[in-house]
């Protein structure tokens, strides 16, 4: 490790050493960016802070993001930030659900019914993305909206692709098909739906329509949102006709949900989701009355 003024030369590279006023600056855009919006992922947060009109913007680099990613551990680790604001689904934990009679049990699964939105409208509906990164940020609006959220992790394998065709072929449901696909526009990720498409068709049974789309990041979106880009790697053979790439991350979060939010829900009928959480309501309360009359036999057991 060679020290120079001001910077830290570590591993052939030079890293700008913040003063402690620049450091509270970092911290004070990071918790503004989060309290307006959250969850978001890392990347999400660490695109917006490259922008060259911060006071105090990060490199669009690999250490700048390591920057972001060490502030972001401070803050939740002193209680700044709360750690939910920051979504990662990239590790789960597998738990076993015990409960303390039936009553319980009815009162804890009661709160996970869901009216379904989807019985009248003229088409079935999932979401697929690029990422766990992603996921973590639109799984909130895909839970509201009743829809099926399935990260590819990249390309994804066959076997994941064929059970989940499978789980469309199983609903004894002929209504048409639509699935939402946000990902990467870059030489990998402009091919990862392509194959995603194909292997739907492959695994789904010939009369099931399938209406795929892809929903971000698009070329259009780019030029109108001014998304920030980056060079294509000199090495990168696939997709020659992507100059410039963009990671999905680099979409701001709150405009990835509107915009996945208007396109799923664009195929529910109007007024869906209220009429569903009024029934919703109504069930649940019926749902606590017979736990309440399990407790009571419990308690005279």
């Known amino acids: 490790m060679i020290y120079q003024a001001g910077r830290i030369k570590r591993r052939g590279r030079i890293k700008r050493r913040r003063t402690r006023e620049q450091i509270e600056q ?67 934990g597998y738990f076993v659900d015990t409960f303390d009679g039936g009553g319980d049990f009815v009162r804890r699964m009661s709160s996970l019914y869901r009216s379904d939105l ?24 895909c839970r509201d909206l009743a829809v099926s959220l399935y990260p590819c992790g990249g390309f994804a394998s066959i076997s994941f692709v064929h059970e989940a065709a499978e789980e469309i072929n199983n609903r004894d449901d002929e ?51 001014d998304l920030p880009t980056k060079a294509r790697k000199k090495t990168e053979k696939r997709a020659p006709e992507i100059e410039r790439t963009v990671e999905a991350e680099a979409m701001p979060a709150n405009m990835m949900r509107r915009i996945l939010r208007d396109a799923v829900e664009a195929l529910l009928p109007a007024d869906a989701l209220r009429v569903a959480k009024v029934a919703e309501q109504s069930e649940k309360a019926f749902l606590g009355s017979i736990a309440d009359i399990l407790d009571k036999r419990t308690i005279r057991r």
């Open 26 to 92: 970092l911290n004070r855009q990071i918790i503004d960016i989060l309290r307006d919006d959250h969850p978001q992922s890392v990347r999400h947060i660490f695109y917006r802070l490259t922008d060259p009109r911060l006071p105090e913007a990060v490199e669009k680099t690999e250490a700048g993001y390591e920057q972001v990613q060490a502030r972001l551990v401070k803050l939740r680790r002193d209680g700044v930030i709360p750690y939910g604001w920051i979504s990662d689904m990239s590790r789960r």
């Open 118 to 141: 989807w019985a009248h409208a003229d088409e079935y509906c999932e979401v697929w993305c690029e990422s766990r990164s992603i996921a973590g940020v639109i799984q909130d609006d």
């Open 175 to 225: 209504r048409p098909v639509t699935v939402f696909y946000i990902g990467d526009y870059d030489p990998a990720g402009v091919l990862i739906d392509v194959a995603l498409e194909r292997e739907l068709r492959e695994h789904l049974d010939p009369d099931i329509e399938l209406n795929f789309v892809r929903l971000g990041i698009t070329p259009e979106q780019i030029e109108a949102y």
